[in-house]
């Protein structure tokens, strides 16, 4: 390994994200967006499946709910947002140590 990558690599080594640091919490706010997505698809995909009968339209649906998702994880990324959760919704934080 070159001189450089391998400072690069010792960076990121020292700066461990609040992924690296909290991974649980990480999984938390993952899994909080999907429920959230699932929730807001669960009566259009329940009653496309029950129009359809076999469920084919399910894979279009679970791309929409990655999708959904997807946003929510990202706008929680947001530091207005993460300003929020810290105040209001702490346990969904994405880094437990900051305070106000």
Known sequence: MTDSKQKVVAQVAAENTTQVQHPWRASLRTAFAVV???ALLAKPVLDAVSASGDGS????????VLGVAAAITRVMALPAVEAFLVRFVPWLA???SIKE
């Open 94 to 96: 994405a880094d437990p």
């Open 57 to 64: 339209d399910l894979g279009g649906w679970a791309v929409a």
């Open 36 to 38: 959230v997505a699932l």
